[in-house]
């Protein structure tokens, strides 16, 4: 995938940039609270219509109705012009090609992976920012898996509904019968597409990271399923767990076993990565694993995302610096980079230098 042209307007502190992306690496340079960030976090709004703000209303800039994000792009040679508009008083518009899409419609259309230092608290936050991660990655590599998601997610919630009236004695425990089996169906479709993504993302990112530290170490990625011990039969053995565990979700009035409740874990040479990680494994792993999320969408889609760096060279000996660097211009893929020194940037980089300050951009 290529971009060929982005335009933002009233986006955060931005009240108008619009700008032609170089084919291969593009560097943001500025101090902090200039918009630079901004700049990736409307492209990545883009991609998943995921943001940092609590509210959609904060992404327009101070004093405006409405922001608008409008990018041209080439996806399998063929061209195409996404644009999405955000009010504050009415519903999102987006518009791909001139025609109105629904926003589930809109992921895998427009790919991208945004890597930022909050990345390298992954390993140790909770199970939910992992999810979250390999839940975006499968979503933009396999639309109709994300439409599956949202199926899954639709029926815990009805589920969990049903528990309280039944913990309240207002309906009885046979209605969950029904209900378990259409989860136990739903839950399947997740789980198999997580562990054969998974297993695919193991041995990328292993291979990362063997190249990264010198083949010194192995890192090794691994679903986990509460209380599944088989990957055989999900359907079957997930209605057999939900079975199990139904006095408790009664009692608690929600489904304590699932797709939902599902981690990742991570190994480092044998060693879970949560507990016994230092600093410097943390951050290899971490880079690792963003570079084999770019390469798990090519091999699923064919193309290479745009990728989206966010202040990651200040988090980033000089070594893996030069080793990413020069990644992402073997493989071509085509990057904007934020930073607030160019002295992170060797001078034989191959790139474009912006200059951003107080939400203008100067080419």
Known sequence: ??????????????????????????????????????????????????????????????????????????????????????????????????????????????????????????????????????????????????????????????????????????????????????????????????????????FLANSIQQKISGHDENLSVVYDMRGLDSEENLAENFFKLLRTRRADDVRNGLTSRGPHRDDLKFFVNGRELKLYGSQGQLRTATLALKLSELQFLKSETGEYPLLLLDDVMSELDANRREMLLEFLCREKIQTLITATDRAYFPSRSFGKFFSVEAGELIE
């Open 1 to 202: 995938m290529h971009v060929a042209e982005i335009y933002l307007e009233d986006w955060r502190n931005i009240a108008k940039i619009n700008f032609q992306p170089y084919t291969a690496i593009n560097i943001f340079i500025g101090r902090n609270a200039q918009g630079k960030t901004n700049i990736l976090e409307a492209i990545n709004f883009a991609s998943l219509l995921r943001s940092r703000a609590g509210k959609e209303s904060e992404l327009i800039r101070w004093s405006q109705g409405t922001a608008i994000i409008r990018i041209k792009y080439f996806k399998a040679g063929v061209s195409h012009e996404l644009a999405i508009e955000i009010s504050a008083e009415r519903r999102r518009r987006i518009l791909l090609d001139a025609n109105p899409i629904r926003p589930r419609e809109l992921i895998g259309k427009f790919t991208s992976v945004f890597f930022s230092p909050e990345d390298l608290f992954m390993f140790k936050g909770s199970p939910i920012v992992r999810r979250k991660f390999l839940d975006a990655q499968i979503s933009q590599a396999t639309p109709i898996y994300f439409m599956n998601l949202l199926k899954y997610n639709r029926l815990v919630e009805q589920r969990n509904i049903l528990l309280k009236k039944i913990r309240d004695k207002s309906s009885n425990a046979t209605e969950l019968d029904l209900w378990d089996e259409q989860l136990a169906f739903a839950a399947e479709k997740i789980l198999s597409k997580r562990l054969s993504s998974v297993y695919k993302l193991n």
